[in-house]
């Protein structure tokens, strides 16, 4: 429990330069220096409906399905490889052209992009209290020990990021993953954080709690991961905190 990454001002230097906000359906794509922050969701959308955000959105199925079945939603992919950023763009395309969906339909207006990396976008750009829920669903779990360092779980700011913009009205964490270890221990860290951070979770109690799947209002879209790994076989762990 006790190696944690080290993200430092260089690293995201490198790994955060070219950072955009990207509207699908507008086709543009605005770099995220030039926003103000924190973002305003309600400029960034045009509208006050409240907002989602897929961690690590990879190729970009959960995030067509969700928006499509949710369109009073807003959803944010928050994604920092540019190949699947560009995939994801490629998805919405087909889907639009193979269901004559036009830019005046509305259909999509409530999804954009982040094309840089989670940690540098959630401890700078989300407003406190302000994400109705996080969907992260398979992450990368590093599976060599000399590199579980960079676990995404493991980061402090992250999970204190993570608490700090989920509402306080039952903000939701939806947590999937195929990696019964990981699972295991992002559920000691997500347990422990309060312990270790009483003064960054800024409440009394620990905020999170895990809730059951079905009174959580948990929707089963399978995501890239979770076909190719449902069709191997392979057990699928999920897990749902809320924000009290
Ligand atoms: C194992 S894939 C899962 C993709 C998708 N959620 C799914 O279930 O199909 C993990 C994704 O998270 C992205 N990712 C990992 N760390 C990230 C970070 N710090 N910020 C943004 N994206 C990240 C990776 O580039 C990759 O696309």
Request: charge should be positive; include cysteine.
């Given at each position: 429990?006790?190696e ?12 955060t ?5 990207i509207d ?17 969701w ?15 959105s ?31 763009r ?9 269901f ?13 992009l ?34 579980r360092?960079r676990?995404?779980?493991r980061?402090?700011?992250f ?11 039952n ?6 993953t ?13 347990a ?5 951070n ?8 620990n ?6 799947l ?6 089963h879209?399978?995501t ?9 076989g ?9 924000k009290?």
């Amino acid at each position: 429990m006790n190696e944690e990454p080290r993200y430092n001002d260089i690293y995201y230097q490198r790994t955060t330069h070219h950072s955009q906000i990207i509207d699908i359906v507008q086709e543009t794509a605005i770099a995220l220096s030039e926003f103000r922050a924190p973002i305003d969701w309600q400029v960034l959308f045009d509208n006050m409906h409240p907002v989602e955000i897929d961690i690590g959105s990879g190729k970009g199925r959960f995030l067509l399905e969700t928006s499509r079945q949710h369109p009073k939603v807003n959803y944010l992919g928050v994604e920092r490889a540019r190949k699947y950023v560009d995939l994801t763009r490629e998805r919405f395309k087909k889907y639009m052209r193979h269901f004559s969906v036009d830019k005046r339909s509305g259909t999509f207006t409530n999804v954009r992009l982040a094309w840089t990396d989670a940690n540098y976008f959630l401890t700078r750009y989300v407003p406190a209290e302000s994400v109705q829920a996080y969907h992260i669903y398979f992450p990368d779990p590093w599976p060599k020990k000399r590199q579980r360092k960079r676990r995404i779980f493991r980061n402090h700011d992250f999970l204190s990021a993570l608490t700090r913009t989920l509402t306080s009205d039952n903000g939701k964490l939806y947590i999937v993953t195929d990696y019964a270890e990981y699972f295991e221990e992002i559920q000691e860290r997500l347990a422990a954080y309060y312990d270790d951070n009483p003064c960054k979770a800024g409440a009394n109690t620990n905020p999170l709690h895990r809730v059951s799947l079905d009174s959580s209002g948990y929707e089963h879209i399978e995501t890239n991961f979770e076909m190719k790994y449902l069709l191997k076989g392979r057990p699928i762990y999920r897990a749902v905190y809320e924000k009290m």
